[in-house]
């Protein structure tokens, strides 16, 4: 159902054509994000040595913008982007199927990454108020990442901590997003997005072996018409003219 709604709101962005938004126009503002992923647990393995598997994924993003509208309804820009992730899984481990000590590890790795984009934005009116419009994304990004693994037993107040910096990174990313656009006054408008249409990545890692070398690996990810329920910005812009007495 939520993939059904999200093409027919695609399918909005080609039928209306006309803006009230103008040439010269300057918006400068920004939106938060939140992305968010239930508990997920897994079956026991074959061998009965893991009890059941959880996971879940927690983040926020503060990511501000300046944008300048070329024509009625074409604006380029520029948006940067802050992004702090927890990801958090359990296993509950046995040293002997079924009746051996039951062991829960916890997995904590948190990630931060700042990124840089140029935009481009078109924009679509609905009604007097309500607009749709499509932005894609040009930029790049440098994030770092921080394990912490618990160990406990069963009935024992004791805690083993392992602690590990994993590797540092650097993106090159092609993003294109939808976003209902809000005017509750000339002035301000309210953005809100969930999902995109298209995304593109390029990530290149570094890393250090046991020995000190660096090890550098690289890999792609793809997606279209992703539709995250748990996945969605809220933003702000404030829209001004550049042409006196306007």
């Not at 618990?150 to 976003?179: A, C, G, M, T």
Request: net charge positive.
């Amino acid at each position: 159902m939520q993939k059904q709604l999200f093409l027919a709101s695609c399918l909005l962005l080609t039928l209306c054509a006309f803006s009230q938004i103008n040439v010269n126009d300057l918006f400068i503002g920004g939106a938060l994000g939140y992305e968010g992923q239930g508990e997920i647990t897994k079956p026991v393995n074959s061998n009965q040595t893991t009890d059941k598997y959880t996971s879940g994924t927690q983040g926020f993003s503060i990511i501000p913008r300046v944008g300048y509208f070329i024509k009625n309804n074409l604006a380029i820009g520029l948006s940067a982007s802050y992004t702090h992730t927890t990801e958090k899984y359990n296993t509950y481990l046995r040293d002997f199927p079924q009746v051996g000590t039951l062991t829960e590890k916890t997995h904590t790795t948190k990630t931060n990454h700042l990124s840089c984009a140029i935009f481009g934005r078109y924009v679509y009116q609905l009604t007097e108020n309500f607009y749709i419009s499509s932005t894609a994304f040009l930029g790049a990004g440098h994030g770092t990442s921080k394990t912490t693994i618990e160990y406990r037993e069963q009935n024992s107040s004791n805690v083993d901590i392992l602690k590990n910096n994993l590797p540092k990174y650097s993106s090159v990313f092609f993003s294109l997003n939808p976003e209902i656009i809000y005017f509750p006054t000339k002035r301000i408008g309210l953005e809100a997005s969930v999902g995109r249409i298209f995304h593109y990545g390029y990530i290149r890692e570094i890393s250090e072996n046991f020995y000190g070398n660096e090890i550098e690996s690289r890999r792609m990810y793809f997606d279209l018409f992703n539709v995250n329920s748990v996945k969605f910005t809220f933003g702000l812009n404030y829209y001004m003219s550049l042409i006196a007495n306007k």
